[in-house]
């Protein structure tokens, strides 16, 4: 049975493959990527699959683009916190054709999408089966600020919505300038600050730091912290630390990380852990949640200039307001994401208001 299966899934490939191989002589384009390798393109891209780490978060930014519910034709499994929000964005979200988490070509090559999108990790384990299969991929990576900027004009390209990438890109500029302004940027006395992935297992604390050249690290330093871990994470990934080596860095201000929405209930269990209350960070009660709604704000998402601009409120409460917060989080979502005032107000605000006390 097994040889069957294997040899009609042979032939869906085979198939699909000889599919690409007739280009149409009325479309031509040639999109480059992350990697910096040309896609060449011989149809518009009406179908397009997101799958792989990050899913959720690549199709977030897709959903950035007035085209995008028309285009996206399958999701992966991945979130359900992240599925919540797709159907906000788009009432036909259950409508597109579901993936199992972890799909590969076997999946995906029977959908005869015209562009299946990936971040650049993925490249070796979905995206050269694929790209062998002669479908275009495309790569990006959305890793830090600069990459996102980059990042969302690939998007357009892809789209055909140039306009729309640039409005972007402009508009994260300016709310992002806006946060700089009130910043003392030149401040001689810059608060020390830690960003902690936690998790428990087996009753026990579990603690990781981001990498030196991510977001999360991007977005403290812009936000007029010092990363106290940034140099003993240089090789990329999260990287796990143990309580001695946060004690050593002592830091100003804390974040708790937790992608499953519990980072408010290990807060408050560190707050109340003796070892913990040795800590200037808590001493100063400067331990905090990341803010959260349907996804944490810390990620490389459409959210990271949300999630910026809360750690500058954070790190610089003398400078920023939760009024200018409250007021960002209405605008953002109304002209990133087409939302009304109403349902930011009633859908929204709930999840965040514990955030901003």
Do not use: H
């Given at each position: ?7 009609l899934?042979?032939a869906?490939?085979?198939?699909s493959?000889?599919l690409?191989?007739?280009p149409?002589?009325?479309?031509q ?18 179908k ?33 916190s992240?599925d ?11 409508k ?12 995906i ?13 993925m ?28 990042d969302l004009?690939?998007?357009a ?11 972007l ?10 946060i700089?302004n ?7 006395e ?7 992935q ?9 603690f ?17 912290g ?19 080596q946060?004690?050593?860095?002592n830091?100003d ?8 929405g519990?980072a ?12 913990w209350?040795n800590l ?11 803010a ?23 790190q610089?409460?003398q ?23 109403s ?5 929204i605000n709930p ?7």
């Open positions: 049975m097994k040889k069957i299966v294997s040899i899934i042979g869906v490939f085979l198939f493959g000889c690409y191989l007739k149409s002589p009325s479309y384009k040639t999109i480059i990527d992350a990697l910096g390798r040309e896609v060449k393109l011989s149809n518009e891209p009406s397009i699959i997101i799958i792989g780490k990050q899913a959720p978060m690549l199709m977030n930014f897709m959903y950035l683009f007035e085209t995008a519910d028309k285009k996206l034709l399958a999701l992966e499994k991945r979130s359900q992240a919540e929000f797709l159907r906000m964005i788009d009432t036909n979200i259950d597109k054709f579901k993936l199992e988490r972890g799909a590969g070509a076997e999946q090559v029977p959908l005869n999408p015209d562009m299946v999108i990936l971040k650049t990790s490249r070796d384990t979905i995206g050269k089966p694929l790209e062998d299969l002669s479908i275009p991929v495309v790569y990006v990576e959305f890793e830090n600020i600069d990459q996102i900027y980059r004009k690939i998007f390209d892809i789209l055909n919505e140039a306009q729309r990438g640039e409005e890109v402009s508009s994260y500029q300016m709310y992002y300038q806006e700089q009130k910043l003392n940027t030149n401040a001689t810059k608060p020390t600050v830690l960003i902690l936690a998790e428990t297992e087996d009753q026990k604390y579990i990781k730091v981001p990498a030196a050249n991510w977001l999360q690290t991007d977005m403290v330093e812009q936000a007029g010092i990363a106290v871990w940034k140099e003993a994470n240089q090789a990329g990934g999260w990287s796990e630390v143990n309580m001695e946060i004690s050593n860095w830091a201000l804390i974040y708790i990380v937790n992608y499953q519990q408010p209930e290990l807060v408050e269990k560190l707050m109340n852990d003796e070892i209350k200037n960070a808590v001493k100063d009660n400067r331990i905090y949640a990341f959260f709604d349907f996804l944490s704000w810390d990620q490389p998402d459409p959210r990271w200039i949300l999630g910026y601009s809360w750690m500058a409120f954070r610089n409460p400078s920023i307001s939760v009024t200018d917060i409250q007021n960002l989080i209405k605008e953002y979502y109304k002209n990133f994401f087409n939302l009304g005032e349902v930011i107000g009633e859908k999840m965040v208001t514990d955030y901003l006390n």
